[in-house]
């Protein structure tokens, strides 16, 4: 008789270790969806989300920052090992059902007043009772440290603007701990009160008040104009380790569900315990310190202002215009206003006759005020942008005197992900804390499950190179990366050909350049402070960067081009002398003489790209005072990519050595790492021909003097030659493509061609010195 397989039990598969990830990490989740269909009638959950298939993959997308597709895919180890206890109920447009999807003809109500573009929710699942049990417990046996998720938060406090938010998570726990447990509030602080007595009691300028509690302001969540404390938010200032439990805790799960809720809402214990904890913090003391640190660097240069004030040329302007007669004797007070008059009497704008100022030239009168108000109104509003968004330089102390706030920290055991997890394991082990002052960034675990951290300053440089074939994992490992130097205040350049390398949660300021951009800058810019850059030097550069690129440029055409530019420099008046530097040669005029020579057939494509105009320049001093910078060059055609890639560097290098070498005697790191800089199919800016000097050739070797590090990432590593290979401290070679591409890598590595070709994606062998590991990366969404 042939015996047939007893089928396991429910509480034989809740036990399997198998299953554990659907237990710990999904379970909860089901368990808030899952708000049961009284609920839902009862009105009490108009503004909470129905367990379908579609919001819960949504969820997990942005806990696990996995793919959706893949997500989709995991589940369905969900659904069948568990496929006994849920029911799956598919909607179609003429039937009605008590979760309504978005989009659906039969919503409810608020989904008709406020879903603006719809997303069908179609696969829905309905709990049994035994599934709805364990959901639901292991939900509450979460255990949620209060004190963990304060520290972490305090931890990603780097601007003013965060502290402002960190000042608004007290309000809406305030709020929250009188509501009930699982309540929704669609909307928290829609005008904002709370936060403008922080403001009106702050001692700051009642400019900054009015601009950060009025409409000038875009919520990144809600596109409104005021502060909204929103689940994407909360999820940056959180570090990774937490997320997943704050996640669950705020229930703000911003789905396929017809309204979104972009507010922080707990249970009553919970909000109360942080609520008694922030209450103690002197947010207003914090504020002050940190504005008045700001404004007084930002003050402390000249060329940064004005600051709220518009200066007096354009001020006078500006009353002339506003004014059916302007008098002198309305100004005669203020020797600021009287200059200015005399500067635009002397070139003919301006006159007075008698008592009032009259304008004798009406066109040169609206071109100077449009140019003036242009150059006013984008320093003030940058200014602004600053005082919020500029890293805090004492941050690190902030959360040193916060930690006195908060209880001691429970041990909190993580929770173990299965060896093949289908759902990206939320909760890794938590990272001892970075010694004070110095860089430690976190790569990956080797087998025998060390961490392995890159302390650049501890080598000889902060030289960088990644190499491996196409999907091996070199792009999530810059991500990585990035966000470790973001969390630890340190400014990043990214330069991005595809468009890929940009990390989520971390502070960008991102510039796309395509045809006609708004965005530019120009090789042709001098400045007296930089006296690397002379006039022969931004030509030669020029004709460099032209020559790599554009190779059907024989010698006779540089020879022109070169000749052109020159001449363009002596017209504009600016000579070796530094004092004449000061005049600007627009790349308008070189290009005007380049379509008036042979020269034109050459460099059409420069010009149709319009690549050094535009309305806002990219400057060198934004980019080394900003967190993250993300040059995103996908929009260009290839050599247009790698021209302004390598004059952009070139121009930043020189700004760098301008700035001066490092301390030479014990360097702090933040001395010693100015700005790093990242390449992807950085091959593309490094020259193998010794007639031609590509950027990164040029200055590898000699610019960590200068406070830069290179983290370059290529295919082979035959893509560089020894004069860059020979001053890369750290070096990590990932999965191959090929047998070809195996056999070419391990020709430098030695670790044999099969290892190469059989490592799994975000594996290599990273080589410092002498010594080889092999390492896992800890991706993004473990961190």
């Known amino acids: 008789m042939i015996k047939m397989p007893v089928e396991p039990s429910f509480q034989t598969l809740i036990e399997d270790e198998k299953n554990e990830w659907i237990c710990k990490n999904l379970f909860p989740l089901l368990s808030i969806l899952n708000i049961g269909e009284g609920a839902f009638q009862s009105g009490r959950f108009n503004f909470t989300f129905p367990l379908s298939k579609e919001n819960l993959i949504e969820n997990l997308n942005r806990i696990t920052n996995k793919h959706q597709k893949l997500i989709n895919k995991e589940l369905s180890k969900f659904d069948e090992v568990f496929k006994k206890y849920f029911d799956i109920k598919i909607i179609s447009n003429d039937e009605k059902y008590k979760h309504v999807p978005r989009g659906s003809k039969n919503s409810y109500w608020h989904a008709i007043d406020h879903c603006n573009s719809s997303k069908d929710s179609e696969i829905f699942y309905i709990l049994k009772d035994q599934l709805t049990n364990e959901s639901r417990k292991d939900l509450e046996n979460l255990k949620f440290n209060p004190d963990l998720i304060l520290k972490s938060i305090i931890q990603n406090v780097r601007s003013i603007e965060d502290l402002l938010y960190l000042a608004i998570l007290k309000f809406a726990t305030l709020e929250n701990q009188y509501r009930e447990k699982y309540a929704f509030r669609h909307d928290l602080g829609e005008e904002g009160n709370d936060l403008n007595i922080l403001l009106l009691e702050s001692e700051i300028d009642e400019e900054l008040t009015e601009y950060f509690s009025s409409g000038k302001i875009i919520d990144y969540e809600s596109g409104k104009h005021n502060f909204k404390l929103g689940l994407n938010r909360l999820l940056r200032l959180l570090g990774k380790t937490n997320q997943y439990y704050a996640t669950l805790y705020t229930h703000s ?61 354009f001020k006078l302007l500006k009353w002339i215009s506003e004014s059916s007669q302007p008098c002198i004797f309305d100004i005669e007070d203020d020797q600021e206003l009287i200059q200015a008059l005399d500067s635009f009497k002397k070139s003919k704008i301006l006159n007075q006759e008698g008592d009032n100022i009259v304008i004798i030239n009406e066109i040169k009168f609206n071109e100077k005020f449009n140019q003036l108000k242009s150059k006013d109104i984008s320093k003030i509003e940058k200014n602004k942008r600053k005082l919020l968004t500029r890293w805090l330089k004492w941050r690190s102390d902030l959360f040193i005197e916060s930690l006195g706030a908060l209880t001691e920290e429970p041990t909190i055991t993580p929770i173990s992900p299965p060896l093949e997890p289908l759902i990206a394991p939320i909760s890794p ?5 970075i010694e004070q002052g110095a860089l430690k960034i976190l790569l990956g675990r080797s087998d025998q499950n060390t961490r392995n951290f890159w302390e650049p300053g501890s080598l000889n440089n902060g030289h960088f190179i990644i190499l491996g074939g196409s999907g091996a994992g070199k792009t999530e490992l810059i991500r990585c990366i990035t966000s470790e130097l973001d969390k630890q205040g340190y400014p990043v350049l990214l330069i991005d050909f595809h468009g890929d390398m940009a990390c989520k949660n971390c502070r960008i300021l991102s510039y796309k350049l395509k045809e006609g951009s708004e965005f530019y800058f120009n090789p042709f810019e001098l400045n007296p402070k930089f006296k690397e850059i002379t006039p022969l030097r931004a030509t030669d550069d020029f004709i460099d960067a032209i020559n790599i690129n554009f190779p059907s ?15 363009a420099f002596s017209q504009e008046n600016i000579t070796r002398e530094e004092e004449t530097w000061k005049n600007e ?71 760098l050595q301008s ?80 047998k070809e591409q195996a056999k070419i890598n391990d020709k430098y590595f030695g670790v044999g061609r099969e290892l190469l070709l059989n490592l799994k994606l975000g594996e290599g062998i990273l080589v410092i010195g002498d010594t080889k590991n092999k390492i896992k990366i800890i991706p993004s969404w473990e961190r």
């Open 429 to 433: 082990p938590l990272e001892p804390p």
């Open 553 to 567: 440029l024989g010698i006779q055409q540089r020879d022109a081009l070169r000749n052109i530019i020159l001449k």
């Open 585 to 655: 040669l627009k790349f308008e005029i070189v290009e005007n003489k380049i379509k008036n020579s042979n020269l034109k057939a050459y460099l059409n494509m420069i010009i149709d790209y319009e690549l050094f105009k535009g309305n806002k320049k990219i400057t060198i001093k934004d980019i080394l005072e900003n967190n993250i910078t993300h040059l995103n060059l996908t929009a260009l055609p290839e050599s247009l990519k790698f021209l302004f890639s390598d004059l952009f560097l070139r121009k930043l290098f020189y700004s």
């Open 253 to 313: 799960f911003v789905g396929t569900s017809c309204v979104k809720v972009p507010n922080i809402l707990l249970e009553q214990n919970i909000a109360k315990e942080i609520y008694e904890k922030l209450d103690r913090f002197p947010f207003e003391k914090w504020f002050n310190d940190s504005y008045n640190e700001i404004k007084n660097e930002i003050i402390g240069d000249e060329n940064n202002l004005p600051l709220f004030e518009y200066q007096s040329r």
């Open 659 to 738: 700035i001066g070498e490092i301390p030479p005697i014990n360097p702090k790191d933040k001395e010693k790492f100015r700005i790093f800089i990242i390449v992807d199919e950085a091959k593309l800016l490094v020259s193998q021909n010794q007639r031609t000097k590509a950027v990164l050739n040029k200055y590898a070797s000699e610019i960590r003097k200068y406070g830069a590090s290179l983290i370059l990432a290529s295919q082979l590593i035959s893509h560089f030659n020894e004069e860059i290979l020979s001053n890369i401290s750290l070096k990590m070679c990932m999965k191959a493509e090929n």
